[in-house]
């Protein structure tokens, strides 16, 4: 029997802010006393997220090691309204949902389990896991591994264009989300 999915971007999509290290991460490193500028706290965030570097890493590398936790950034980000009834929906419908994030796998770990999402994806691919992050094809062909996937038959849901043009380079029918 074939399987119908559809691949969701988390930052953006699932939750609120599309541009993670300037609406959410820098703001919290602020917070805990962080001078370095933007250009470094993005390239140790994209460390992290390659999966180069831990989260503990991170925070140390950017000097908040005392007093910045994973868990305490994770209460900064918010969902997306009605992102937990438009998965279920899918579900109901015959649609699975996953998703392909750039993001740390504690971090994603952290959101999916404080939002109540993880019964409602059947596969999270997370940057720092894969290796590889989007829009690079090697992170759209750790999805295309998963069993049962058509990329011709799977619809792609992201926040920024450039992600699209490399799903649908993979196969995919993107989705631009508002």
């Known amino acids: 029997m074939k399987r119908n999915f559809a691949v969701f971007d988390a930052m953006g999509v699932l939750y609120r802010h599309g541009n993670v290290v ?3 991460l820098i703001p919290y490193l602020r917070e805990h006393g962080c001078t370095r500028g933007e250009d470094e706290i993005r390239a140790v965030y994209r460390r992290c997220t390659l999966g180069e570097i831990s989260t503990g890493d991170l925070w140390s590398a950017l000097g908040v090691a005392a007093t910045a936790s994973d868990a305490d950034y994770c209460t900064r980000h918010e969902l997306t309204a009605d992102a937990p009834r438009a998965l279920r929906e899918l579900n109901e ?3 699975t949902p996953l998703v392909l994030t ?8 952290l959101l999916r389990d404080r939002f109540g999402l993880t019964a409602h994806v059947e596969a999270w691919f997370v940057s720092s896991a894969i290796g590889a992050r989007k829009p690079d094809p090697a992170a759209y062909q750790a999805i295309l591994a998963h069993p049962g996937l058509d990329p011709t038959h799977t619809h792609f849901i992201d926040d920024r264009p450039t992600n699209l043009r490399a799903a649908q380079a993979a196969g995919f029918r993107p989705i631009l989300f508002p």
Do not use: K
């Open 93 to 95: 419908g015959g649609i």
């Open 102 to 109: 750039n993001d740390a796998a504690p971090w994603s770990e």
């Open 22 to 24: 300037r609406g959410v």
